[in-house]
């Protein structure tokens, strides 16, 4: 059902943890299926995301693509960050099963929710950056899967 991938992310977790005086937190969830997952960034004065943890309370899947997603945005640049999509978390651990690619999607708006709070505690606007969605579920009959 799942991948190697996934498999090992979810028992070995990279970037378990908190960020004390993190630069952006970004807070997301599901109401449909509970899980909830917390992403904390450190950026410096160049906008580079030095250091990356995450606290996720769900499924296996839903702690693989923190794990994967704190792996893509780690040492990149506050925009390339925001171009990480549920779509290359999913490709970077070799696929998620079709009722798991939600937990994807949670990745994805908990990397926007740190990055907007990021952005409102230093008075930027990070272009292309939308208000993030606190809860998933409300949008997810909009996905096909």
């Known amino acids: 059902m799942y991948t190697e991938k996934v498999m090992d992310h979810f028992k070995n977790p990279r970037n378990v943890g908190e960020i004390e005086n993190a630069s952006g937190v970004g807070t997301v969830g ?3 299926c509970g899980d909830i997952m917390r992403i904390y960034l450190d950026i410096d004065e160049n906008e580079i995301i030095q250091d990356v943890k995450f606290k996720t309370f769900g499924c296996g899947a839903a702690v693989a693509t923190s794990s994967m997603a704190t792996e893509l945005v780690k040492g990149k640049t506050v925009q390339e960050a925001l171009a990480v999509t549920n779509k290359a978390v999913m490709e970077a651990l ?3 099963p079709p ?5 994807s ?4 708006e908990a990397i926007h929710a740190a990055l907007w709070d990021y952005a409102e ?3 930027i606007k990070i272009d292309g950056l939308e208000k993030p969605k606190n809860d998933i579920s409300e949008h997810e ?4 899967y």
């Open 30 to 32: 599901n109401a449909k």
């Open 99 to 103: 009722v798991k690619v939600h937990c």
């Open 94 to 96: 070799d696929g998620l």
């Open 121 to 123: 505690k230093n008075g």
């Open 141 to 144: 009959e909009e996905e096909e």
């Open 105 to 108: 999607l949670l990745a994805e």
